[in-house]
């Protein structure tokens, strides 16, 4: 499986701020996905980013408040901006495995929005 | 009705016992099942993968998928407390287009001693 590194681990911030958070993977990848999962929820998929195209957002979810990047095959970027409470989560990357539809994880990022 | 359901529990089993998982997904054209664990605090972590109705077997865990009933379950043998932990259900949808996964809420394993 791929190794994935996700920073920042945690963090706290102050509501009306943005924060970008970052998703590499040690060999390339054609599919990059980012998740939500708020507390005590189970994992919502926010978009889906492919390399040199514009993401694929979700019901519910917008460009505007998740920008994404993926300037790369081994690296993609979720910002959450204009953060509330409301955004308080876990915000996971994960990376297609290469076979049978397989995904594997990042350790996550968890957000606290004051 | 919600596309991938699990019973929240908590499911408590006694060591050594058998823990069985269920879940029921509603595309009928779903293709890839997964049973991903999630220790509190951590990210998911997948178990098992399953694409053909019957049984698959990896050391103490046995998914069974049935898609005429459109059921999948996960048995773990000679349940240990470090198996406590939730277990996601997760489906690719026929109509998903590309590798979106669906997730169950979750079913909460304790394994008491």
């Known amino acids: 499986s791929a190794v994935i590194s996700q920073k920042p681990s945690r963090d706290i911030c102050q509501r009306g701020t943005s924060l970008t958070i970052q998703c590499q993977v040690d060999?390339?990848?054609?599919?990059m996905f980012w998740y939500r999962q708020q507390p005590g929820q189970s994992l919502t998929l926010i978009a889906t980013?492919?390399?040199?195209?514009?993401?694929?957002?979700e019901s519910g979810f917008v460009i505007d408040k998740f920008p994404i990047s993926r300037p790369n095959l081994t690296f993609s970027t979720l910002t959450v901006s204009n953060m509330s409470p409301e955004d308080s989560s876990i915000y996971l990357c994960?990376?297609?495995?290469?076979?049978?539809?397989?995904?594997?994880f990042g350790a996550g990022t968890r957000l606290s929005v004051l | 009705q919600k596309e991938v359901e699990q019973n929240s529990g908590p499911l408590s089993v006694p060591e050594g016992a058998i823990a069985s998982l269920n879940c029921t997904y509603s595309?009928?054209?779903?293709?890839?099942f997964f049973w991903y664990r999630q220790y509190s605090g951590k990210s998911p972590e997948l178990i098992m993968s399953?694409?053909?109705?019957g049984d698959k077997e990896d050391g103490r865990f046995t998914a069974q998928l049935n898609k005429a009933s459109q059921y999948v379950s996960l048995l773990i043998r000679d349940s240990q407390p470090s198996d406590s932990a939730t277990y996601l259900c997760?489906?690719?949808?026929?109509?998903?287009?590309?590798?979106?996964?669906?997730f169950g809420a979750g079913t909460r394993l304790a394994v008491h001693p």
């Open positions: 994960s990376v297609d495995g290469g076979y049978g539809n397989i995904q594997y």
């Open positions: 060999s390339q990848v054609t599919m």
């Open positions: 980013a492919n390399q040199g195209s514009e993401a694929t957002y």
């Open positions: 595309d009928r054209g779903s293709q890839s």
């Open positions: 399953i694409y053909s109705n």
């Open positions: 997760a489906v690719i949808p026929f109509s998903g287009g590309y590798n979106k996964l669906i």
